[in-house]
């Protein structure tokens, strides 16, 4: 927040209140700045809109004194009490609340191994309280909502352990930072050390400049590896010799173009827009809700004109302009160590949605100049160049619009089923009139739908042409509707050339009515162009299967034999079978009803001829299986062949050694515990058969979930 203009400020915190009493009903009491960066003028912003307080670091004090009391303290991390919230006086005269998390703690819970137990966490934070207290004291942490499951798996867990602790021991009570206010207002007033954050030993040059602040991780947009995981970066990169000195062109780059956008946005939107800088701080409502009375009446309260739809639509457009300028400051965008990391390459897609808008809007093209700054900005992976070179082959390619749109549904439309009313990303789509036919590996379509973006209204009436000539091989002509006769008369003449399965004739037709408009699928947007390629490949993939089954159902005897006999098998015969049989074991796992018999007759092939299993697919599938089952327990909890079955379906799991996630099992199994256990324990020491017989199923379930209710 210190980075951005006053303006901005205003705007950020307006749509963080709207968006939160849109969830909750009721207005936020405090704001969480990102990365907890502070100044003054942040302060103040929080402070005229009504924020009571906020949480800061402790090293973000600079001095406190008692109220009332003239003598300022100069404090330092280690000797300032967090325990209390402190009021800090703003220039204007304004009054703001501030709290100060336990830094140590939080840094234990981040980076150490705290959360791994629940009781010792709750041990920890309880000790923070001091020994002799007289008084009402808060302890408190801050810590990445991504800690609890994701940085640390089980955190959550041991979070509610830690909770539940504490609350039936009575040793704290747990409460939140606005009700600890209301009852404890502050002794004490502070001054903040502005221009600092929780992120960065630099104050905020973390967001601009190569300080040395950072997490030698990073995503990498190019880098294969990221796909299975996404703080993993290859081992070919060594990044303890990487810099970040791209952050300081990145951030001229996006701050010369917020400053643009400004400018087009006013001048712009001042033909339409009583006020246009309250418009943008109202627009969180459309964010929120954008049914078409809702648009409608956000501008007939706003603008100075009675807007026909082509002007609501540039008003919209101005709106997403200004919006994305917003976005594509996302503090993240700088964070990490690496500018083609996947955070920065998200800021830039903003950035280039923002450029792509406002030449729509006023015909100024920022994209050069905004390009030739970052050109500055050098990648640490020689191979991707710099910012320009990343910007040109990973954020270009990715942006959509109407004639995007249009392209994806025709050859789509080639691919599956076009139905009359359909929506892509963003975009509405009717199908006014609609052909396919097809020869042998040839394929095409002829058709008229208008095209429609829920976001800025606008519209677009084009007629549509494609043909697949097998493999990646598509050619798509779009044009704009003119009338019925002429589309019919064109879509006749298409069908009957193409009767004639002359492929050339074929697209020399296509030629002549779309002329300049035939487009390749090099031409779609990225991930239309994986979408497409995807959909192929399933019809081959489905040929290379047919053809692996039968190698497996004719040699799996032969290649099984070999290896007993410690001989090496063929590659071409022995990987075709392991993936059949990995393949078979995952259709098993996925079925309603699984066979446990077929599945362990394919696990005994798999171990009889030294396979190995993709632990990596067979583990999410076979989680999903025991999510499927427990799922069924949970709807009838008495019903002991539901649990035998699932005990059958780990016991014939086992050999394989998979890696399940079993959390989401682990809590119906123990709700399920708690309430019927003790019963059906009474149950079976009065002679219930059944219930003696649940009994030992379900604590055999328990011995495979890891839980214990008994």
Known sequence: MPLASTRDKHTEVIWGIRDFIHRFNRKPEGMWLPETAVDYETLEVLAEHGVLFTILAPHQAKQVRKLRDNTWIDISSNGFDTSMPYLCQLPSERKIALFFFDHTIANEVAFGNLLENGEKFAERMISAFPMDQRSPKLVSIANDGETYGHHHRFADMALAYAIHMIETNKLAIITNYGEYLEKFPPTHEVKINENTSWSCKHGILR?????????FQACLISDPACKNDNRVVSKKYDISRWNQMWRKPLRSAMSWLNEEISKVYEEEGSRYFRYPWQTRDDYVDLIISREDSDVSGFFSERCTINLTPDEITRALMLLEM????????????????????IETIQVMMYACRSIQLAKRISGRDFEPSFVGILKEAKSNVPALGNGSDIYNVYVKPAMIDISNIAFYYAVTSLLRECPDKTIINNYSIRCMGYKRVETGVLHLCCGHAVFRSDITYEESDLVFAALHMGEHNFIVGLIPFTNEDAFVEMMENLMNVFSTSDVAGIIYSLGKHFMSNLFSLSHLFSDGRRKVLDSVLDTTLAEIENEYRQIYMRYFPLISSMKKMMISPPKALDYPIGYILNLDIRHCLESD???????????????????????????????????????????????????????????????????????NCQNHYF?????????????????????????????????FLGVKCS
Not at 323 to 338: A, I, R
Not at 596 to 616: F, Q
Not at 672 to 700: H, P, Q, T
């Open 671 to 703: 709700r399920i515990g708690s309430v019927l256990y003790e019963k059906m324990f009474s149950m079976a020491e009065e002679g219930n058969k059944n219930a003696v017989k649940w009994l030992d199923a379900f604590d055999k379930l328990g011995v």
């Open 593 to 663: 009803d699984i066979d446990i018999s077929c599945l362990e007759y394919k696990m005994g092939e798999m171990i009889s001829g030294n396979y190995l299993p993709d632990k990596g697919t067979l583990s999410f599938v076979a989680t999903e299986a025991v999510e499927r089952m427990m799922k069924r327990i949970w709807e009838d909890q008495t019903n002991v062949s539901l649990i035998e079955n699932t005990n059958q379906l780990f016991t014939a799991l086992f050999p394989l050694e998979l890696s399940l996630d079993l959390w």
């Open 322 to 341: 200004t919006k994305n300028s917003l976005f594509m400051m996302t503090s993240c965008g700088w964070f990490f160590d690496e500018i083609s990391g």
């Open 207 to 215: 967001w601009k400049e190569n300080c040395g602040c950072r997490t």
